[in-house]
Every structure is written in structure tokens, then in C-alpha cells.
């Protein structure tokens, strides 16, 4: 069985039932099952800073699906929550990325794990390390840190205790 760790985001319409759609979806997969989940954190948008608001959240799941097809589910889910792709860094219903797949190092066209901005991201960073404190970073084997995300617009939303909350 394959550990990832996925971030999960929405910042349009009602971003809290986008949240918890995208993690029914990822638990309702027959080869993916979400054993743990981080509390929901609101974070000003990055990039492309003219929109609402983000509702973001960790998950770690255990997953039979290569990489690839972790990803394919990913974007699947996305698409069935009306994800349009159309600015990038822009609105969404929903987005999900992978940011670790066990120990990997993938460099393809269409994937790149670890996540490549993710140690620049404390709306990412912060609900990972929720979940996973001592995580070390899968190439360089350091750890993961975020200094004062407070002052980089993460704040805490709503604690979440267990996966079931959001099911």
C-alpha cells in the first residue's frame, strides 16, 4: 500500500461542502482510503490575488493507485465538483494536489512530486504538518517548517479531530 499526502482547496461557492465532497469522493474510491485529515484552514489566495478566499485542508490517504492514477482520480473528482480551469492560480470549486507519494521523486510532464511550491506555501505546509509533524521533505530529507503563518494569511477555520467529521 502507497502513502500521499494530498492538499485539498476551494474558494468558490460553498467551499466548505466542496471540501467535504472532494473528501467523500477520495474515501468512496475503491483503491483509496483517507485515514487521516488536517482541520480547515482559511488563506488568502496566491498568484492571482483578485479572488475570495480559500478553504484548505491536508489529507493523508493510503492508496493502491500508482501515481498516475492517483492523479487521474484527483482531477476526475475536480471535474465532477465543476472545477474549470481558465486563470492560472484563479477560482476553483475545488482543487486537489498531490504533494508526497511515499518517498518518491517524480519529475514527468503532467506530475511532479513532491509538489513543487509546496515548501513556499503556508496554506499548504500548515495543514500537512497538522497531520504529519515530522515529515522530512523525500530528496533533501530535511523537515518541512513554516515560520509565523499566521502573518502569511493561514488561519485556523474550523478544528477537525478525525476523518469522519468531513464524511
Given at each position: 500500500?502507497?502513502?500521499?499526502?494530498?492538499?485539498?482547496?476551494?474558494?468558490?461557492?460553498?467551499?466548505?461542502?466542496?471540501?467535504?465532497?472532494?473528501?467523500?469522493?477520495?474515501?468512496?474510491?475503491?483503491?483509496?482510503?483517507?485515514?487521516?485529515?488536517?482541520?480547515?484552514?482559511?488563506?488568502?489566495?496566491?498568484?492571482?490575488?483578485?479572488?475570495?478566499?480559500?478553504?484548505?485542508?491536508?489529507?493523508?490517504?493510503?492508496?493502491?493507485?500508482?501515481?498516475?492514477?492517483?492523479?487521474?482520480?484527483?482531477?476526475?473528482?475536480?471535474?465532477?465538483?465543476?472545477?474549470?480551469?481558465?486563470?492560472?492560480?484563479?477560482?476553483?470549486?475545488?482543487?486537489?494536489?498531490?504533494?508526497?507519494?511515499?518517498?518518491d521523486n517524480i519529475e514527468a510532464e503532467n506530475l511532479i512530486v513532491p509538489h513543487p511550491r509546496m515548501g513556499?506555501?503556508?496554506?499548504?505546509l500548515v495543514p500537512l504538518l497538522e497531520i504529519a509533524p515530522s515529515i522530512l521533505h523525500p530528496v533533501t530529507?530535511?523537515?518541512?517548517?513554516?515560520?509565523?503563518?499566521?502573518?502569511?494569511?493561514?488561519?485556523?477555520?474550523?478544528?477537525?479531530?478525525?476523518?469522519?467529521?468531513?464524511?
Amino acid at each position: 500500500m502507497n502513502i500521499a499526502y494530498l492538499s485539498i482547496g476551494s474558494n468558490i461557492g460553498d467551499r466548505l461542502h466542496h471540501l467535504k465532497e472532494a473528501v467523500r469522493a477520495l474515501h468512496s474510491h475503491e483503491g483509496i482510503d483517507v485515514t487521516k485529515i488536517s482541520s480547515i484552514y482559511e488563506t488568502a489566495p496566491v498568484g492571482y490575488t483578485e479572488q475570495a478566499d480559500f478553504l484548505n485542508l491536508a489529507v493523508s490517504i493510503a492508496t493502491s493507485l500508482d501515481p498516475f492514477e492517483l492523479l487521474a482520480a484527483c482531477q476526475q473528482i475536480e471535474n465532477g465538483l465543476g472545477r474549470v480551469r481558465e486563470i492560472r492560480w484563479g477560482p476553483r470549486t475545488v482543487d486537489l494536489d498531490i504533494l508526497l507519494y511515499n518517498n518518491d521523486n517524480i519529475e514527468a510532464e503532467n506530475l511532479i512530486v513532491p509538489h513543487p511550491r509546496m515548501g513556499e506555501r503556508a496554506f499548504v505546509l500548515v495543514p500537512l504538518l497538522e497531520i504529519a509533524p515530522s515529515i522530512l521533505h523525500p530528496v533533501t530529507g530535511t523537515p518541512f517548517a513554516v515560520e509565523a503563518p499566521d502573518e502569511e494569511g493561514v488561519l485556523l477555520w474550523k478544528k477537525v479531530k478525525e476523518v469522519g467529521q468531513l464524511l
